[in-house]
């Protein structure tokens, strides 16, 4: 006989308690742990399908760890099983839809918001726009909204941030200071007038506005990311990236701190650069120059290494192929002092080896005026005869450049005494003004400029060497920019030039030239290309009427992360 054994009796599971479950994943979130609350959520749902908060919660956690198609797919879900609720669900997935950078999805959620007068969709939905680079669009919302409902702060501060960004700083400035009026202190309106402050050339202003913030204010992300911008103005670099990678573990303000970063690799490193440039004129001379150069950061200044492989050919002279070898750098002495110094050496000089230097310190007189003591020797390399001569040129120099007018206008000056080796003295003097008229997504820039030199006497030495050289002229251009991603520009110059006694004729020359960086990526990609009509020749000659030249430079930089990887 078989006897069967009786199944184990099983005991049922109790069902989990939602609100029990509920409350874990909000204490997870309040101690931001938010990939184990998404697991919670998550149980939840699978156990509740589309329960009302989980779906919800889970769709705003996820979006606070970026994971912006995932939050945006259980907002969408929220949104269709939860028709009654669309008012809560549709702002929060216009807003995952804009951190996803699909700002005009966004904006087409929020419209029948915006249509009905509703203030936090019209408040968004400029935001939105500004994020996009559709100033003009963002600024006519806000100032429509404005003029129904003056002194709204949160529209006053985002009229001053729009401005700023498009360069109307007089403007944003007011924008700031009337919610400063109602507002004495407010953070926001502090830290856009410490950002004007640093555009303006301006960084102890700047900190001054953020000292003034309460001490719990000036310890938060967005003020101490504007220290990091005021430590690398004052030549604090190590503190400025201090200062950012702390922010790094908030995810609120990541892409702003990758921005930091980018800033300060750009300006002390590590980066490593790879460029070729080709001139060809019509006196039959070709220069071609390909130069690889790479920064690392050095205290809070850098060190530079450079080499420039040179090829040098005209008809009937033998082609050289000199090359220079440089080291180099940089560094901060103080908050408005800097120096640089370079050691180079040439290979190949008239058949032998020549060294080069330049020296050079910087000072910060006042907000926007810069000074600069600068002195170089120089083997002239400029055409295939010139080497042979084995000349150089020994040059001091003192310039200065204001930005004023809130940034709007500039002048540039300097004046120069060269010493040429063979024996001549020249004296010269630049000078340099101008305007720039923004607009959105760019610059008009208009102004004028003139350049004088001197010389005791006029050497054969094989290069364009007058004695005596007079050019006024007017300059113009204008500059297209998206965020960070790329950046085209054109400039052009024109003008009257005479050369020793011979009578003036019409110089005249442009640059077309573009950047592009990749997102998300330490690559960056450059080219321009320029062309002059009766400027200054190269080879020696007195007439330079008839002398053209056109240049092609093209070339890359790859950003490091601290050190180069």
Known sequence: MILLAMPCLQEPQPTPDAGALLDQARDLRAQKKWAEAVTVYSRMLGIWKDHQMALFERAQTLSWMKRFEEAIRDFQRHREVYPERAADSEPALAKVTAWAKRFQEAVGILAPYVARGDRSATLDTATFLSWDGQLAKSLALSEAWLKAHPGDRDFLVLRGRVLGWKGEHARARSAYQEVLAKAPGDREAMLGLAQLDLWAGDPEGAAGRVAALPSEEAKGA??????????????????????????????????????RLRDLAEAQGPWVELSQTRTDSNEGLRTENRHLEATLPFFDGSVRLGGTFNHLEQGGQPERRPQEWTLGLLHPLG??????????????????????????????????????????????????????????????????????????????????????????????????????????????????????????????????????????????????????????????????????????????GYTLAGTWSFPRTPLSLFAAWSQSVAGLPVAATDDPSSYRDHTLRLGLRLRGNRWMW
């Open 222 to 259: 967005e003020a101490q990311l504007m220290l990091s911008q005021i430590d690398q103005r004052l030549g604090r670099l190590r503190q400025s990236r201090a200062r950012a990678l702390a922010q790094g573990i908030n995810p609120e303000v990541q892409e702003d701190v990758q921005s």
């Open 335 to 508: 908050p408005r002092l800097s120096a640089s110094a370079q050691v180079g050496r040439v290979d190949d000089v008239g058949g032998s080896a020549a060294s080069a230097h330049a020296l050079s310190l910087g000072y910060r007189l006042a907000p926007g005026l810069n000074l600069s003591l600068y002195q170089a020797y120089q083997p002239n390399l400029a055409t295939p005869r010139a080497t042979e001569f084995r000349t150089a040129t020994r040059t001091w120099g003192l310039g200065g450049s204001w930005v004023f007018n809130h940034t709007l206008d500039h002048l540039n000056l300097s004046v120069e005494r060269a010493f040429l080796s063979a024996g001549a003295a020249k004296t010269g003097l630049q000078a340099a003004g101008g305007h720039r008229f923004p607009f959105e997504h760019g610059e008009w820039r208009a102004g004028l400029a003139a350049r004088l030199f001197d010389q005791d006497q006029s050497l054969n030495l094989g290069f364009f060497n007058p004695q005596r050289y007079r050019y006024y002229g007017a300059t113009a251009g204008v500059s297209l920019r998206r965020e960070e991603r790329w950046e085209c520009t054109l400039d052009a110059w024109g003008g009257s030039q005479a050369v020793n006694q011979a009578a003036s004729q019409f110089s005249w």
